[in-house]
Nanobody
Framework: QVQLVESGGGSVQAGGSLRLSCTAN????????WGWFRQAPGKEREFVAA????????NYAESVKDRFTISRDDGKNTVYLEMNSLTPEDTAVYYC?????????????????WGQGTQVTVSE
């Protein structure tokens, strides 16, 4: 099993930045794709960004491209989501996820391991 723990959420004004962290514990060697999803109230969970590790393939949702950056520190078993130029539309609970499929999917159903989520609130 793999356990994921997110941190770094909070409240920020529009135009601000936040960095989310997701630390993995357990059998992390079985996972090779790491992703971030988000879910706003009343909406479905949506893909934000994902990457393969090892490797350099990264995918981003159009809505966050050029504003968000996903990265990973293999030595710390930690994935990061650097979020810049935040807008109120980015307000959501952000979830870290991982799979062992070796392919980056945008569908949450393709990810077996999930963190508990961290709230990000962006005000005007």
């Amino acid at each position: 099993q793999v356990q994921l723990v997110e941190s770094g959420g909070g409240s920020v004004q529009a135009g601000g930045s936040l960095r989310l962290s997701c630390t993995a514990n357990g059998r992390t060697y079985i996972t090779n794709v790491w992703g971030w999803f988000r879910q706003a109230p009343g909406k479905e969970r949506e893909f934000v960004a994902a990457m393969r590790s090892p490797g350099s393939n990264k995918n981003y949702a159009e809505s966050v491209k050029d504003r968000f950056t996903i990265s990973r520190d293999d030595g710390k078993n930690t994935v990061y989501l650097e979020m810049n130029s935040l807008t109120p539309e980015d307000t959501a609970v952000y979830y870290c996820a991982a799979n062992s499929l070796g392919v980056i999917y945008a569908s949450p159903a393709r990810y077996r391991y999930w963190g508990q989520g961290t709230q990000v609130t962006v005000s005007e």
